[in-house]
């Protein structure tokens, strides 16, 4: 079965000499990548499934040290150890934390890494899906891993992917099978986009944030974006809101609803998947009063549900206004910090 325009890749050439890795080759930071999008996912079921929790786990300190087959169905993990994920895995003893500010923490000599010293973390972790995920997508998502990774499902190779801090997602339905799945994922320390990535702090490595997968119907919704507009007073507004689909979805219609549940308006299209409403008068989203509507987008099978604000930004003689006011920004640059956990600090902290 072909897959729907939803889970089309992006295609990278390289622009380094075929023999450069991929984890060296500044061309490529993703491989059977899915397209960035807004994340949301269906209502009406249950249709995501943490895998948070325990993984089993490996760490050597180099790149010619790592298992090479433990992605294979089968393979024999009962000398491994148990790790939680998320976490950074030098707060969980595999490695050394290291704070930095001018220095690389590793080889300096751009693109290439070097495999002197460039820690490997492996992870299995087993899943089943539940029955009425069948006939559906199963995307994997990975909301963080630094520095790269490689992702395998029951021996298959799925994708790779760079960029820690932006979250990744794979297509992996054809990989599935019933009953008990084995996912396989090999973390590097460094890659090329660590130097990137290079700035005034402690540097961590691992799966430090969440692992989710999502089930998708075979034809729906696959993003959109939303936007408001004000007119010269900032009294009324026009939203609009842009909506791709893939597979066979059918007529898409959205509507707009206030915090207490009561319809502000229906959108109105403008042509293939752009749509249009005029509100008068709308409460506005500010930090002061950060008031939010909730966005439903349908079609054929698929519904999904959002909050939205009503605001602009803009800037005009040198200042950043809000909603057409003048705004200061006050704040401290705090990179993800925890005392215990690293790069995965709790809601609280």
């Known amino acids: 079965m072909m897959k729907p325009a939803f889970f089309a890749v992006f295609a990278a050439s390289s622009l380094l000499a075929a023999s450069a890795p991929v984890w060296e080759d500044p061309a490529i930071n993703e491989e059977n990548h899915l397209s960035p999008r807004a994340y949301t996912v269906p209502e009406g079921g249950d249709w995501t499934m943490s895998l948070n929790g325990t993984w089993r786990y490996w760490w050597c300190g180099g790149v010619d040290q790592q298992p090479q087959d433990f992605m294979n169905i089968g393979f024999d993990d009962s000398r491994w150890f148990d790790i939680d994920v998320p976490s950074c895995v030098e707060m969980r003893g595999w490695g050394v934390p290291h704070y930095?500010?001018?220095?690389?923490?590793?080889?300096?000599?751009?693109?290439?890494?070097?495999?002197?010293?460039?820690?490997?973390?492996?992870?299995?972790?087993?899943?089943?899906?539940?029955?009425?995920?069948?006939?559906?997508?199963?995307?994997?998502?990975?909301?963080?891993?630094?520095?790269?990774?490689?992702?395998?499902?029951n021996g298959k190779y799925i994708g790779y992917s760079e960029d820690s801090k932006l979250p990744s997602e794979f297509d992996i339905t054809d990989a599935l099978v019933a009953g008990e799945n084995t996912l396989a994922v090999r973390v590097y320390r460094w890659c090329d986009g660590s130097y990137m990535e290079d700035q005034d702090m402690f540097r961590f490595s691992g799966i430090f944030r969440d692992v989710t997968l999502v089930s998708l119907p075979e034809s729906g919704i696959r993003d959109f974006v939303f936007n408001t507009t004000p007119d010269a007073s900032y009294r009324d507004w026009t939203a609009s809101l842009n909506v791709e689909t893939y597979g066979d979805a059918g007529e898409i219609s959205a509507a707009l609803f206030d915090a207490d549940g009561k319809k502000a308006g229906d959108f109105i299209p403008k042509g293939k998947g752009t749509f249009s409403l005029a509100l008068s008068a709308p409460r506005l989203w500010s930090d002061e009063d950060p008031y939010l509507y909730t966005l439903v987008v349908k079609c054929r099978g698929d519904e999904r549900r959002v909050k939205v604000g009503v605001r602009s930004y803009e800037i005009k003689g040198g200042l950043l206004l809000v909603n057409g006011r003048p705004i200061k920004f006050k704040g401290v640059n705090r990179h993800e910090t925890s005392p215990a956990d690293g790069r995965q600090p709790t809601y609280e902290e």
């Open 100 to 153: 930095t500010n001018h220095r690389y923490p590793h080889k300096k000599d751009p693109p290439r890494i070097g495999t002197e010293y460039n820690p490997v973390s492996s992870y299995i972790k087993r899943f089943t899906l539940p029955d009425s995920w069948k006939s559906r997508r199963t995307v994997l998502r990975f909301d963080g891993v630094y520095s790269c990774h490689w992702v395998w499902v």
